[in-house]
């Protein structure tokens, strides 16, 4: 079910409180902390925005084009690639991660009259692909989340992340392959609303195919997130 572009992460990555599972596996849901009148993330590794006013934005921003690494290798003759796929496994070589993916959901919470969304990362060491997002091979934004600091800590590195380096994603045994186009280390905890939904808007759906993993930094306080967007290699 494709949901409203209203169910933004904004505040990232998770740390404790409120419980949930889904599909056997068990996820958190932060508290929000208050300041100035205005919710703003709690200090942990769960992905809240808060949805007070403004336009939302249609699409996610664009990014910049990269030359694909394969295109030296012509493509098979009659070969179609696969779309519509659920992703399941996440491998990134350039920080040696190899770790299943699982869905993840978002959980409504009610504040002050007002309403908010937060996606849920699992609590293990997995990848969280936000079940909204586009499937793999089709176009879309496909959204992945994780821990950083507890959990397996299955994204702890991914803030070392450059331009160029390779993203593999499978489901089954077919693979999709992506290269990181952008790398964001962006300003959340207790910024302003405008900000945050600002950061937000890279986990809106997209006019093209792309990936983007997110997740929190740094580990002893997460007043930043990770934003890694990578395009297909086809």
């Known amino acids: 079910m494709k949901l409203n572009w209203m169910i933004l992460l904004g505040s990232l990555l998770v740390v404790a409180g409120l419980a949930n599972s889904f599909l056997g596996a068990r996820q958190t849901a932060s508290p929000f902390d208050v300041a100035d009148g205005e919710v703003v993330q709690a200090s942990d590794n769960s992905f809240d925005i808060p949805l007070l006013r403004g336009s939302p934005p249609e699409v996610a921003p664009p990014v910049p084009r990269l030359e694909a690494l394969s295109s030296s290798q012509p493509a098979q003759a009659g070969a179609e690639r696969p779309a519509g796929l659920v992703p399941d496994r996440l491998v990134i070589p350039a920080i040696n991660l190899d770790a299943p993916i ?21 609590n293990q060491p997995a990848a969280g692909w936000h ?7 089709e176009p ?14 299955v994204f702890k590195d991914l803030v070392d992340l450059h331009e160029g380096d390779l993203i593999e994603v499978y489901s089954g045994n077919v693979l999709f392959k992506y290269q990181v186009a952008l790398a964001m280390l962006l300003p959340e905890r207790y910024r302003s609303l405008s900000v945050r939904l600002e ?10 195919e792309r990936l983007t993993l997110i997740t929190c930094w740094p580990p002893e306080s997460n007043t930043h997130r990770v934003i890694i967007v990578a395009l297909p290699v086809k």
């Not at 079940?131 to 091979?137: E, I, K, Q």
């Open 102 to 122: 699982v869905p993840t959901q978002v959980k409504k919470i009610e504040y002050q009259g007002q309403t908010y969304y937060q996606w849920l990362a699992p």
């Open 199 to 208: 950061n937000a808007r890279w986990i809106l759906p997209t006019q093209d």
């Open 131 to 137: 079940d909204s997002s586009a499937l793999l091979g």
């Open 140 to 153: 879309g934004n496909t959204v992945l989340n994780g821990h950083h600091n507890v959990y397996g800590k």
